[in-house]
């Protein structure tokens, strides 16, 4: 069956630490892959996309890896601040059904 | 702020009840998506409405049904509710061809409990 997952547990780092945030996908054949973030009652917020032929995207403090090879994709988090403490969900598009299909989340929390 | 609008914000409604929830898209876009956010769960996709038509849909149940208008706002429906419906519907909006390519611009989001 297909899957789109994330950590479910909460991702817990030190203020000014690098946050690693892993997605895996089984049976996706992605064109893309984005990220967003999501507060608490709030709408996720779009942060990055990267396209399967992209190894690795970045944009300011945030940088995102695509491995077609291992179905995975990294974010990272550099310099992290209590701000960026939220919920970040990955998603992709899948080449056959052609709407964005979102992973469950990993909460992060960065603690001063 | 993403220009998206829903509305109402929060409701609470009984089982066997329907409810309408509304959409209005960022100027310009003409694709709308929708989906349901359990708690602790990410969003899944329930349709996608561009230029008017139904243009895919998720695993969700016929008494799931939309529309949207020539001005590009939606509305979601749902017949006979169940206790399972409650959660956070999200509608976005992005201007894209059938398939969809880019990023895509959330509400807040309509918090529905079903009692």
């Known amino acids: 069956s297909q899957k789109i997952e994330q950590n479910s547990e909460a991702l817990n780092i030190q203020e000014g630490k690098t946050a690693t945030l892993t997605c895996n996908y089984t049976?996706?054949?992605?064109?893309?892959l984005q990220w967003y973030r999501q507060d608490p009652g709030r709408g996720p917020v779009f942060l990055l996309l990267?396209?399967?032929?992209?190894k690795e995207k970045r944009k300011e403090r945030l940088k995102v890896t695509f491995d077609t090879t291992l179905k995975q994709s990294l974010f990272h988090i550099t310099a992290s601040q209590p701000a960026d403490s939220a919920t970040y969900l990955c998603a992709l598009v899948d080449t056959g059904f052609q709407k964005l299909v979102f992973g469950t989340g990993t909460r992060l929390l960065v603690s001063p | 702020e993403t220009g998206v609008t829903q509305s109402p914000t929060h409701l609470i409604k009984t089982r066997g009840q329907q409810v309408t929830l509304r959409c209005s898209s960022q100027?310009?876009?003409?694709?709308v998506s929708w989906y349901q956010q359990a708690l602790g769960q990410g969003p899944q996709f329930i349709f996608q409405?561009?230029?008017?038509?139904?243009?895919g849909r998720g695993n969700f149940p016929p008494r799931f049904s939309g529309l949207q208008f020539p001005n590009y706002s939606s509305e979601l429906n749902v017949n006979a509710l169940e206790l399972d419906d409650s959660a956070l519907y999200l509608c976005?909006?992005?201007?894209?061809?059938?398939?969809?390519?880019?990023?895509?611009?959330f509400g807040e989001g309509s918090r529905l409990t079903v009692l």
């Open positions: 976005a909006s992005s201007l894209e061809g059938p398939s969809n390519t880019g990023e895509l611009f």
């Open positions: 409405y561009y230029r008017e038509e139904e243009n």
């Open positions: 049976n996706y054949s992605p064109a893309y």
């Open positions: 990267i396209r399967e032929n992209e």
């Open positions: 100027s310009g876009h003409n694709t």
